[in-house]
């Protein structure tokens, strides 16, 4: 028998979150962010069913390629640019859009069309201006000189100019309206497509909306947020990880069940093992507590993750079989909820599922 660990990826569900995207950002071009392999729900397959977005984003030449090796078409941007001159001239070839944070990356583009041949082709540009993410990008008082020299380099074609939210999520934080202050007072005077928005920029701060947005959560069906979940904005999960119970076991009042001993039976009652760990990209720091849903019920891991298995609670499961279904995120238990109970973001836990598991796809 093949282990029961399996991720479902809903395309129909991918495709809804998108028209979100679009109904909440109707005047917005939107670059979907398929980076990590798609948030770990496939890049291929997740390229293929978002065909109504405008663009995509990756962080590297690699996934791009990838994208290109699988016949997609679409304009491709490279979130974090690149480093040589031999990529540029790939990318150039390939139909790709590169970032430009830093001065390094300025002069390479300038390398490059000092050396490239005549048949090399001209590159669209996205120009990242640090606007207090303190990560990638120009500081706002060059960006200016930065876009002059761009301007000057026969290769660039179109130049666009981005920034990226530090704390979006955060609603009552006024981070976002001084970035949006900065942004607008460093590119004020230059004419260009202007991009600030992610998913949390998109659901909560319409002034950040430009001309695209920049949808990676989201579009997997979770928020960025806190205490909300997706459904409150009307996004559906993509991923639905699930197993299946493979043993029942009764334990007397005292036992402890799992390594260490650190969860221990308040009474005599059952417990199921599930055949799903952190060999497949369940967070191993999941408290005992942690939401599962056995046979569409909720109740509670008990005890550590181990790397094949989780011990599950089922007091007041009497009709419990061994081969029941089990969802461990997705499906009725936002992967949000489950975050929370091991002290990290969604967004860690979707690109985490391990290549054992196995992927299947739905509508
Ligand atoms: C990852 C990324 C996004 C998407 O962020 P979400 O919070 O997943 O919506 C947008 N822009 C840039 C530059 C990114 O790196």
Redesign the pocket.
């Known amino acids: 028998m093949s282990r029961a660990a399996q991720a479902t990826i809903n395309l129909s569900a991918l495709q809804h979150n998108l028209q979100r995207v679009q109904q909440v950002a109707p005047s917005s071009q939107i ?1 979907a ?1 398929i ?1 990590a392999d798609a ?1 770990g729900h496939g890049l291929v397959r997740v390229a293929k069913a978002l065909n109504a977005a405008d663009k995509f ?1 990756v ?1 590297g030449l690699e996934e791009a390629l990838q994208l290109r090796n699988a016949g997609i078409r679409k304009p491709v941007v490279l ?2 640019g690149v480093l040589a001159v031999s990529e540029l001239s790939k990318a150039g070839l390939q139909n790709l859009e590169v ?1 430009v944070h830093h001065i390094s990356q300025l002069e390479t583009l300038e390398e490059y069309a000092r050396t490239a041949s005549n048949a090399a082709s001209r590159l669209n540009v996205w120009l ?1 201006v640090d606007t207090g993410m303190h990560r ?1 990008g120009f500081p706002p008082s060059i960006v200016q000189t930065v876009w002059q020299r761009l301007q000057a380099i026969p290769l660039v074609k179109d130049v666009c100019i ?1 920034s ?1 939210l530090a704390n ?2 955060d609603t009552k934080d006024t981070t976002t309206d001084k970035q949006l202050a900065l942004f607008n007072t460093a590119s004020n005077n230059i004419d260009a497509k202007k991009s600030m ?6 659901l909560n701060w319409p002034m950040t909306h430009m001309d695209f947005v ?6 997997y069906g979770v928020t ?1 947020f806190n205490q909300d979940v997706a459904a409150d904005y009307q996004l559906r999960a993509v991923m639905t990880l699930s197993s299946q119970l493979i043993a029942i076991n009764y334990f007397k009042k005292g036992d402890a069940v799992g390594y260490g001993g650190d969860w221990v039976c308040p009474e005599d009652m059952s417990v199921g093992v599930v055949a799903l760990g952190y060999g497949d990209g369940y967070p191993r720091h999941a408290k005992s507590g942690t939401p599962v849903i056995v046979n569409g019920q909720r109740t509670d891991l008990i005890g550590r993750v181990s790397m094949d298995m989780i011990c599950v609670d089922l007091r007041g499961f009497q009709n419990a079989n061994v081969g029941d279904p089990v969802v461990l995120w997705g499906d009725g238990l936002p992967v949000e909820e489950v975050a929370r109970y091991a002290s990290t973001v969604a ?1 860690e836990l979707l690109c985490h599922v391990t290549q054992r598991v196995k992927f299947v796809e739905v509508r």
């Open positions: 670059i962010i980076k948030y984003g962080a979130l974090e970032v990242k990638l981005m990226h979006a999520d928005a992610n998913s949390a920029g998109i920049r949808p990676g959560l989201m579009l960025p967004y």
